[in-house]
């Protein structure tokens, strides 16, 4: 089966979110979730044992309240 969603492990700055499947920075085909902290790809989805990598730029802890 094919993994369509990713948690993060913390909040991020949305607009500084980028999305890497095997090593090349994939710019469309994927979303990111705000209710459930997620980002989920759109069809095409990465084969199976893809590398995926969702850098960003966590929110300071200020910004969390």
């Known amino acids: 089966?094919?993994?369509?969603?990713?948690?993060?492990?913390q909040v991020p700055e949305v607009d500084s979110i980028t999305?890497?499947?095997n090593g090349v920075e994939r710019t469309s085909g994927w979303g990111y979730a705000e209710h459930n902290n997620t980002v989920n790809f759109d069809a095409p989805l990465p084969a199976p044992g893809a590398e995926i990598a969702v850098r960003y730029t966590p929110l300071s802890?200020?910004?969390l309240h």
Do not use: F, G, K
Not at 1 to 9: D, G, I, N, P
């Open 61 to 63: 802890p200020s910004a």
């Open 1 to 9: 089966t094919l993994q369509s969603s990713y948690e993060l492990s």
């Open 19 to 21: 999305v890497w499947v």
